[in-house]
């Protein structure tokens, strides 16, 4: 478990910046194009922030004869001493798992609050509900605002029920618990939201037929509201502080991209999703492929967990130890296994098929699992 976090945390550390940088150059190519295409980019940068550093903690295979041309370490099958793990390294992951699951409960309960939100709670126009979606007005706005800015209102939050935002906005809330700690998530979040603002704004202006006449009633709703700020998971009329980029938005026209720049943008998308899951993969497999010996650079030496003795070829007679250079794998297994130092082949062979079976607790360098390099030597007795 502490390995896996340690894994996440590092991981994350570099990859939900990058996943941030690569989506801020795509929207700023598509920022003349509807806001649509910004919602989706956005959308896929906190899917691949959230699941690429998941993707960097799962065990991958490496291929037979993959193995370096390391020196052997010595070290006896029989004793073998136990990785010491790095000081903290317990109450880092205590911590961790308690944070999360702290996040978790603090956005259940945030979801059930939605229950109690009225005309005389909320501040500002609201939208939620994921199977039952509710638009619900603030009292003093409806006694106030005039017919242009009451439209504009319902225009915008039936525009958020209709696209799913509030579905969208817990799915990725709950989606991205165990990153929630990295402040370029925030950040990334703060885009998103922008950007649904900007795809709702051309949308409802598009449905009431006339945008300057729904970005005034905008005006006169901010003039009654203010800025108020929103209840959490809501799609709410005012976020983010964008009030002054959502007008602009409406004033300027938008370029419809033709059926090849969006297939190009797609495939555009797809192929930064594939690389950057393709860097993650790689960097994780060429930690988990590295051949390190015992000792070197800090590496902790595996233990053996559990062994079965060779069997005794039946016929022989001899006596004597069978010495076995293998690779401790990051799973605790042995592989690439090849004699050393041969005693006969067929006690050879048995020694190899019984250290096929034993089980290792994995040699470590900075807490994390490493493949290194062994020798075992298997004892033959005749009882």
Known sequence: MNDIIWKLLINAAWQIPLCGAAAWCAARLLRRWPAVWAVAVWRIAITLAALLPLLATLPLPVPEGSGFQIPV?????????????????????????????????????????????????VATPVAFGWRKPQVILPARFTAQAPKPAMQAALAHETTHVRNGDFAHNLVLEFLTIPISFHPALFWIKRQTANAVELRCDEDAARETGNAREYALGLIEA?????????????????????????????????????????????????TAGLLLAGISTTFAAQQNGKVYKVGESGVKAPKVLHKTEPKYP????????????LEVSPAGKAENIVVKRSLETAFDQSAIDSVKTWTFAPATKDGQPVRVTATVEVNFNRQ
Request: hydrophobic content about 45%; charged content about 15%.
């Open 73 to 121: 370490s010595a070290i006896q099958a029989a004793a073998i001493p136990g990785p010491a793990p790095l000081p903290g390294t317990s109450w880092l992951a205590l911590a961790y798992l308690v944070f999360v699951a702290t996040r978790a409960i603090r956005l259940l309960r945030q979801h059930r609050a939605l229950r109690k939100l009225s005309e005389e709670t």
């Open 314 to 325: 039946e016929a022989a007679t001899a006596t004597g130890t069978t010495v076995l250079s």
């Open 222 to 270: 901010a003039r009654i509201l203010g800025t108020p700020p929103s209840p959490r998971l809501t799609a709410s009329f005012f976020d983010h502080n964008s009030f002054e980029e959502r007008i602009m938005n409406l004033t300027q026209p938008k370029s419809q991209p033709r059926r090849g720049a969006r297939l190009f943008a797609v495939v555009t998308l797809a």
